[in-house]
């Protein structure tokens, strides 16, 4: 297994990209955000879950998938959470939004 990923920073950082490339394609598909956005965000935040966990027991040993994917389903919890708090965004302010992900708390990571 590769040591950087046992990283605690490097696995929120992977998390906060993944939910930073969800909003910014949610955005650029032209969806603003709305009560439905975030419902739609925590589902796919629960499948991710669910697929991680899948992917622990999966038979093909060649790539370790689930250490790739255990930890995406926070960065899509986050993404909800902040559209949460802007309900009314515009498409462009959720992509926006997706950006700030990334940069304020990854920065904010990176910095300790």
Same mark, same amino acid.
């Given at each position: 297994?590769?040591?950087?990923?046992?990283?605690?920073?490097? $696995?929120?950082? *992977?998390?906060?990209? %993944?939910?930073?490339? =969800?909003?910014?394609?949610? @955005? +650029?598909?032209?969806? /603003?955000?709305?009560? #439905?956005?975030?419902?739609?965000?925590?589902?796919?935040? =629960?499948?991710?879950?669910? /697929?991680?966990? #899948? *992917? *622990?027991?999966?038979?093909?040993? $060649?790539?370790?998938?689930?250490?790739? %994917?255990?930890?995406?389903?926070?960065?899509?919890?986050?993404?909800? =959470?902040?559209?949460? #708090?802007?309900?009314? #965004? +515009?498409?462009?302010? =959720?992509?926006?939004?997706?950006?700030?992900?990334?940069?304020?708390? @990854?920065? $904010?990571?990176?910095?300790?």
């Amino acid at each position: 297994m590769e040591r950087w990923r046992d990283e605690p920073e490097v $696995r929120l950082t *992977l998390a906060l990209l %993944a939910g930073s490339a =969800v909003l910014i394609g949610v @955005g +650029t598909a032209g969806v /603003g955000g709305s009560v #439905a956005l975030v419902a739609a965000l925590a589902a796919l935040a =629960v499948l991710a879950n669910v /697929g991680g966990r #899948a *992917l *622990l027991d999966s038979a093909w040993r $060649r790539v370790d998938l689930h250490a790739y %994917a255990a930890d995406l389903w926070v960065g899509v919890l986050v993404a909800a =959470v902040a559209v949460a #708090a802007a309900p009314d #965004a +515009t498409p462009g302010e =959720v992509q926006a939004l997706g950006g700030l992900l990334v940069y304020a708390l @990854g920065r $904010r990571l990176a910095s300790q």
